[in-house]
């Protein structure tokens, strides 16, 4: 068997797009990119071996619609469908499609991706694996009166959540009935009109919560391979703003907790090619429990690559192709990373604000890697999440990071959209980021503070 797919299409757009055209086009796999016209003119389109219009008349429906993809690539003739993340890198229908199309599909089965797709089945299956987690419903919910039995005996506050969501979406605090009487139809609506499921759950509300993720990398003889953690406490709205790799300020042995559990996780599935699990660590009490696992490569595995000296695009190949990885991975952290999120969004309510760039100039040189999906003179639309780069920095330890990532960051330049740069300059330098003691509170903390500031002088 060969060590990677001959041919590839991509079945996404951006900055991951790139990402992977740059890691085929170095192992001389030819890449295919799929676009919508309003993506005609971005570099991953034109970065590819090969690039394919599928026209829709919604600039979404291109990368949503499975089977217009699979027939693509069928005629393309190529030998497997990359999906990346987001779109239909989660959809055990279109992975499922993908391989009954005689295709290489680069990601876990489609029966793993169910499981794991609904955050109740996934609770279930990695419980029985003696993996801790928090206390919640065991099954989706009923009715609103059903929400509030269980509430009462799991105890307020608990999150309401949608249990096919991701990136945060249908996720609300409710700190007595009354809030979650009003809460209930409501994130019921979203659940179905974002992931096509009303299904529902409950689990306990950790008031102060570290958000921390394990790397897992699953081989066909059951192995299951761990590359660190990271840190990805610093969230607005439920959705990450930078991460980290190693996580600051944890123990060894909770180190040692965490990856033992991931392990146990996707073990308990067979899991197989790249994962994250992810758990949220109390930090009152400093325990840890399971978050939810996804499927597929991680919009943060830059920081990883970094600080395990690995390109994990390249492992997902080969772990597809052959089952197994090319060479033998570093087992501790060579080094600490950080990565942070251009957006382009208002630095302060963090609302997306599309336009078109007019000046691109991102920082360079020794620990500075910058992942982008645009360059001067693109439109960034309104169709797309607003990721704009990854801006990502590496140096042997985490004050040394610090200080790179402030003069990154400085050295950024954008004009023509607005950006989130200013608030990432102010988070780099505030108390609580440098000290490495924060939690999934430090946004609201920062703008907080801003905003009492600005009130003050006024």
């Not at 300020?249 to 040692?256: P, S």
């Not at 078109?356 to 920082?363: A, G, L, R």
């Not at 400085?410 to 023509?416: I, K, N, Q, S």
Request: aromatic share 6%; net charge negative; proline share 5%.
């Amino acid at each position: 068997m060969t060590q990677y797919p001959v041919s590839v299409l991509i079945a996404n757009r951006g900055e991951i797009a790139r990402r992977i055209i740059k890691t085929t086009s170095r192992l001389g796999v030819e890449s295919v990119a799929i676009y919508h016209p309003v993506d005609a003119d971005l570099p991953f389109v034109r970065e590819a071996d090969r690039a394919i219009c599928i026209e829709d008349a919604k600039p979404l429906g291109t990368y949503l619609d499975g089977g217009r993809i699979i027939e693509t690539a069928v005629a393309a003739g190529v030998t497997a469908i990359h999906p990346g993340y987001g779109f239909l890198a989660e959809n055990a229908e279109f992975a499922r499609a993908v391989i009954d199309a005689g295709l290489l599909w680069i990601g876990p089965s489609p029966e793993v991706i169910e499981v794991m797709g609904d955050k109740v089945t996934a609770r279930h299956a990695v419980a029985a694996a003696g993996v801790p987690v928090s206390g919640g419903t065991d099954n989706g919910l009923s009715s609103v009166e059903d929400a509030l039995v269980q509430a009462e005996s799991i105890g307020f506050p608990v999150m309401l959540k949608a249990a096919a969501g991701g990136g945060g979406i249908g996720m609300v605090v409710a700190h007595d009935g009354e809030q979650l009487s009003k809460m209930f139809a409501g994130t019921q609506s979203m659940a179905e009109r974002s992931f096509g499921s009303g299904k529902v759950f409950l689990e306990k509300y950790i008031s102060s919560a570290r958000h921390v993720e394990v790397q897992v990398l699953g081989l066909a003889d059951g192995t299951v391979l761990t590359l660190g953690e990271r840190d990805c406490s610093v969230q607005r709205r439920h959705q990450k703003v930078a991460e980290e790799c190693p996580a600051p300020r944890l123990e060894r042995a909770v180190r040692d907790q965490l990856s033992a559990a991931a392990i146990r996780a996707a073990g308990a599935v067979g899991y197989e090619n790249a994962g994250t699990v992810e758990f949220l660590l109390d930090t009152v009490t400093g325990e840890f429990v399971f978050l939810e696992m996804n499927t597929r490569i991680q919009v943060e595995h830059p920081v990883t690559e970094l600080t395990y000296e690995v390109d994990l695009i390249e492992q997902q190949l080969s772990v597809a192709a052959t089952g197994g990885t090319t060479t033998e991975l570093n087992t501790e952290p060579q080094g600490h990373s950080i990565e942070f999120r251009v957006c382009a969004e208002d630095p302060v309510r963090f609302f997306p604000a599309p336009g078109t760039i007019e000046q691109w100039q991102p920082p360079s040189g020794p620990g500075i890697r910058v992942d982008s999906g645009y360059e001067a003179g693109d439109v960034v639309t309104s169709n797309f999440d607003p990721l704009l780069a990854k801006l990502v920095v590496t140096a042997p330890n985490r004050p040394a990071v610090i200080a790179l990532a402030q003069t990154a960051l400085d050295a950024f330049e954008v004009t023509g959209v607005v950006t989130n740069l200013p608030f990432l300059r102010k988070l780099v330098r505030s108390e609580e980021f440098v000290s490495g003691q924060y939690d999934t509170t430090i946004v609201s903390t920062i703008t907080s503070r801003e905003l009492a500031a600005a009130k003050s002088g006024a």
